[in-house]
């Protein structure tokens, strides 16, 4: 804790715009103070969200925390400092989590993007074993959305499901939730033909190439459709009579349900056993982890919709 410096290596923004124009290296952030029910996290590998760059074009601007802001929701790294209230962590836990409860009401000014960030308690779970701080980074945001989303849903044993865009980084683990933890009968997922295998790989039983058929115009109907790519619309063609189609991309198209997630430690610790079995995996793009120095260049990659599962940050300094 002694080592602890007063002012940190960050990637900052002070105005609203695209991440390319905005984002600037700042080697001079004062650390962030913890509160009583806050860890204090030295960053090992943080992870790149959709959520970012549009938080950085203003779209929540009503709800956001002031200027500048430091982005960066998915965190993995080691507990150097612990709040007064901490129960269950210690200095020098590896954990893992999303640190904004709330993803657009207020999330923190000090993201992950940073050599250090804070995080509530209740947020955080232990690292798996088994991953590496890399995919252990990769997860919270998507996993926490797809298995919130799939819950919202009603999504159970015996149901058929459709996933919008199951190459993506929340797609490719609500396809392996689906499958492994909420045991569907089913489970169809659409992607681009160069990622038709990997939808496989994944355990999608069916695999849609959207280039090449429309989804909502196949003869076979399902009990959800969970669109993780903005086409509430056209899923409420592809739901059985009385089925659900649950949307994280907005709008939604009523009666879809549009579904922002609540970041939840005991939902990370909820699936550790089926990330530590292997049955539920992360999903890394293949340019991932980008040097910290490269952080705007990977907000360029995210943004052209091309990746496959989760683009991450490493080595943070």
Do not use: C
Request: aromatic content about 8%; proline content about 7%.
């Amino acid at each position: 804790m002694a080592n602890t410096p007063s002012h940190i290596k960050a990637w900052v923004y002070s105005e609203y715009g695209k991440t390319q124009d905005i984002l600037k290296f700042d080697s001079n952030v004062p650390i962030p103070d913890i509160k009583e029910d806050q860890v204090l996290i030295k960053v090992v590998a943080a992870a790149l969200n959709p959520i970012d760059y549009k938080r950085a074009l203003g779209y929540f601007n009503n709800t956001d925390s002031p200027l500048p802001t430091v982005p960066g929701y998915d965190v993995a790294g080691v507990i150097v400092k612990v709040g007064s209230e901490i129960k269950k962590l210690k200095v020098g836990d590896e954990v893992y989590g999303d640190i904004n409860e709330n993803a657009i009401n207020h999330p923190k000014t000090i993201g992950s993007l940073a050599e250090y960030t804070v995080a509530e308690e209740k947020l955080l779970s232990h690292k798996p074993n088994n991953l590496s701080f890399v995919e252990a980074a990769s997860l919270p945001l998507a996993i926490i959305t797809a298995y919130q989303g799939l819950e919202r849903a009603e999504l159970s044993a015996g149901k058929s499901i459709l996933i919008l865009g199951g190459a993506g980084g929340v797609g490719s683990l609500a396809i392996q939730i689906a499958k492994h933890v909420f045991s569907a009968s089913k489970v169809a997922a659409t992607a681009s033909t160069a990622k038709q295998d990997l939808l496989r790989k994944l355990g999608a039983d069916l695999a849609i190439d959207y280039t090449k058929e429309n989804f909502e115009e196949l003869p076979e109907k399902f009990d959800i459709v969970f669109d993780a790519v903005g086409e509430s619309e056209k899923a409420l063609k592809a739901i059985k009579e009385g089925g659900k189609v649950v949307t994280i991309v907005r709008p939604a198209t009523p009666p879809a349900i549009q579904f922002i997630l609540t970041s939840d430690g005991a939902v990370l610790e909820k699936l550790q056993p089926y990330l530590e079995s292997g049955k539920v995996k992360p999903v890394l793009d293949p340019k991932s982890p980008f040097p910290f120095s490269q952080t705007v260049e990977a907000f360029s990659y995210l943004e052209t919709n091309r990746a496959i599962g989760k683009v991450v940050i490493h080595p943070i300094p």
